[in-house]
């Protein structure tokens, strides 16, 4: 009989990051809650929340034990901790002693708990040598870090959930947040159904249930965001709706917004969109008229060719209002993933360095390096997410040790993704399930523990930084991920890996926050347990969190002023649609799914949502391809092609057609993997993949 206890923690999901109190009864049964307690949901819980206790619960698919094969010839076989490391790092060496540091990489993961995130990070850059260690966050948020560096100095989202009910303004673009972030969403239809007189506008190619508050839906064309928030940005400037003493005193390069936002008229805007002027206009005079002023977005802006540009000529529309720094007001980037900001805290992309720190100064390079007591960190950016993958299918990488993510399916032109493995010459795979179908193509395959199963710390999009308590001891051998990580880093024979616990690895990540705009030194575990959440930054024990920045108008720039940017693409580069492919492809989230469904994929209840892949398409491209409901299609674009059920609707644009991204080989076969189709192209500062376009065609399936 085991003594009953509650826990409280963080959903393991998306970025709102709510908090769950876990019981553990008598038996050992978990179950979970809505923390009451906790400010960002309050008690309330979404269905993927509410379930998590059975798939916490669920050891069936586990990986138990370290297994490796000699020769992708040989199967996998057993082995014990020590031989696996051992094996990993007479591999590494031995590939790093004759190709250089920069033919190996990490592919590690926004569900990665902050002291993973940071430990892998000191571990290859400044011990390995590479800068080759990047994320899937890449293909959810970059587009983001990217516009926040140019407009706010640094990667800074300024405001809270809390500002939320203090708005009486969202513009909420290219995200379906009543499916993706539910939470935060029902805080927000709280708030209009106690406020009518709060202005919601959604920006989105599809009429999704967010529209189902909105007083005004936009129902632009593909790709021209841009140009959309270009004409709000003029009918502002024309209207005099726009705060003269703000961008006076407090921005730079307004000319440069003015310019960008006059090159089309209002009237060229709307049909280039595909929407009214009047819809435009209607737009602009809620922003401009209202007194708080939020914009929210996710991947329908960020995951684009030219995600940057539209994530700039979104957030100039906060500087041009001056809606930031103050109560309700703000742009606030929506993160997909739980830890996505503990990630981007710890410089967790290839691209960037510890602690906001600028990977391309020298100075910065050379304090962390000292720090860490390794070797000189290159200010050469490393691969990214997609180039890295790039490189093993080149021979340029030869070795990958990805970590709590599923490529195989989640990445884009997923054929491609596989040639790439194949042609690795080691892949090391560090997961908790063989749900995942990239621990198909390990040579070594590493148990990690899962939620509950490990403590450390975590991050959500209001930079909210809770602790995750470990309550339940992981299945068979697994280990926690950073122990994992830092007996390995001994193994390689690198020095300042001696911990024995993760708070040991926390109090190194906040002590080398001192000083600068994302100073936690004022946290440590015992806080976090003791006191509850905080906000970044804490910079001294008694520090009390930040829940809104920039009140004092001072921004992270060098002038301290905050900075417009005209975009540098006003109209769409994605592959373009032609005769033999003339149906632009969407991808993106349903409901109760999560990512590549190796959690969620488990749990019957969540399947009684949406049990299947399926292909929205518009009823007059159904008609024309002589397709009804229910009926399968094949998806064809110049990289893959998928068999799929179609759900026939007004409810999305004719000549768009939309496939949930979730669904691989796993729990069924690849019927609808999204990926397929994908294209390669990327966003050329962010190097965010262009997930939401690319060009196909749909017939109907006939069986040959
Ligand atoms: Fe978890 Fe997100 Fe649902 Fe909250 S809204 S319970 S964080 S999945």
């Keep these: 009989m085991l003594k009953k206890s509650t826990h409280k923690t963080i959903c393991s999901y998306c970025g709102v990051g709510c908090g769950i109190e876990v019981s553990v009864d008598s038996k050992g049964t978990l179950s979970v809650k809505g923390d009451e307690s906790y400010p960002v949901n309050m008690g309330m819980l979404c269905s993927k929340g509410k379930n998590l206790n059975y798939v916490a619960q669920d050891t069936t698919d586990r990986i138990l034990y370290p297994q490796m094969r000699w020769s992708r010839n040989h199967p996998m076989q057993r082995i014990s901790w020590d031989t696996a490391f051992e094996r990993a790092a007479a591999v590494f060496k031995s590939i790093i002693d004759k190709h250089g540091p920069n033919s190996v990489g ?26 080759n260690i990047d994320t899937n966050s890449r293909l959810c948020m970059s587009s983001a870090v990217v516009g926040y560096k140019k407009m706010l100095g640094e990667d800074s989202v300024p405001i809270s959930y809390a500002d939320i009910e203090l708005s009486d303004c969202f513009l909420i673009a290219g995200a379906n947040p009543a499916w993706c972030h539910p939470i935060l969403f029902r805080r927000i239809e709280k708030h209009k159904e106690e406020n009518p007189q709060v202005k919601i506008i959604v920006v989105d190619p599809r009429k999704t249930q967010t529209c189902a508050i909105a007083d ?25 709706k726009i705060d003269k003493k703000f961008i006076k005193n407090h921005t730079v390069n307004f000319e440069a917004c003015k310019e960008s936002a006059f090159q089309l008229s209002l009237r060229k805007a709307a049909e280039l969109c595909g929407i009214s ?56 980037s929506l993160t997909g993933q739980p830890n996505a900001m503990g990630g981007r805290e710890v410089g967790g992309m290839a691209s960037l360095l510890a602690a906001h720190r600028d990977l391309g100064n020298p100075r910065h390079r050379a304090e962390v390096a000292e720090f860490w007591g390794g070797k000189e960190i290159s200010g050469e950016a490393g691969y990214s997410a997609t180039e890295m993958f790039d490189a093993l299918e080149s021979g340029k990488m030869k070795a990958i040790w990805i970590i709590c993510t599923n490529p195989i399916v989640s990445l884009p032109n997923a054929n491609k993704i596989e040639r790439a493995l194949k042609n690795a010459s080691f892949v090391v795979v560090q997961d908790i399930s063989h749900n995942s179908e990239t621990t198909e193509f390990a040579d070594l395959l590493l148990p990690a523990a899962g939620w509950l199963e490990k403590e450390g710390t975590m991050t959500n999009s209001e930079r909210r930084i809770s602790y ?9 051998e697994a280990l926690p991920d950073v122990e994992i990580l830092w007996k390995f880093a001994k193994k390689m024979g690198y020095e300042g890996f001696d911990y024995s616990d993760a708070s040991e690895v926390y109090d190194e990540h906040c ?16 806080r976090l347990k003791n006191e509850g959440s905080f906000q970044w930054p804490v910079p001294d024990p008694k520090h009390k969190g930040t829940p809104r920045l920039f009140t004092d108008l001072h921004f992270f720039t060098n002038d301290e002023k905050s900075h417009f940017n005209a975009p540098p693409k006003l109209y769409n580069q994605s592959e373009q649609t032609d005769v033999d492919f003339p149906l632009i492809l969407n991808t993106g989230r349903v409901r109760d799914q999560w990512h590549t469904r190796t959690k969620t994929g488990k749990v019957k209840r969540l399947l009684t949502h949406i ?18 409901d229910g009926d399968v299609a094949v998806v064809k674009s110049r990289r893959g092609d998928v068999q799929v059920k179609v759900k026939v609707n007004y409810d999305i644009r004719e000549r768009v057609v939309f496939l949930p991204m979730h669904w691989g ?8 993997r999204a990926n397929n189709m994908t294209s390669d192209l990327v966003d050329p500062i962010s190097k965010e993949p262009d997930f939401k376009y690319c060009a196909v065609q749909v017939s109907k399936y006939v069986k040959a």
Excluded at 226 to 239: G, H, P, Q, Y
Excluded at 310 to 321: E, G, P, Y
Excluded at 511 to 526: E, F, M, R, V
Excluded at 612 to 626: G, H, I, Q, S, T
Aim: proline share 5%; glycine share 10%; aromatic share 10%.
């Design 106 to 131: 990490f592919y590690v993961s926004g569900q990665c708990l902050t002291e993973e995130y940071y430990l892998v990070n000191k571990l290859t850059k400044g011990f390995i040598g590479t800068n």
């Design 216 to 240: 005004l839906h936009l129902q632009i064309l593909p790709g021209t965001d841009v140009i959309l928030f270009n004409a709000i940005a003029r009918w502002l400037i024309e209207k005099k």
């Design 277 to 332: 002027i009047d819809d435009i206009r209607t737009a602009a005079s809620y922003i401009g008229n209202a007194k708080a002023f939020i914009s929210m977005w996710t991947m329908g802006l960020n995951q684009s060719v030219i995600g940057v540009s539209k994530n700039l000529a979104l957030l100039n529309l906060s500087l041009l209002t001056g809606q930031i720094g103050k109560p309700g007001a703000g742009p606030f």
């Design 468 to 476: 995750l308590p470990k309550v339940i001891d992981p299945p068979g």
């Design 511 to 526: 002590l080398l926050t001192k000083g600068t705009n994302i100073d936690i030194s004022g946290l440590s575990y015992d």
């Design 611 to 628: 049990p299947e892949p399926f292909l929205e398409m518009n009823k007059v491209d159904a008609y024309l391809r002589n397709l009804k």
């Design 665 to 672: 080989k796993m729990l069924n076969n690849d019927f609808g």
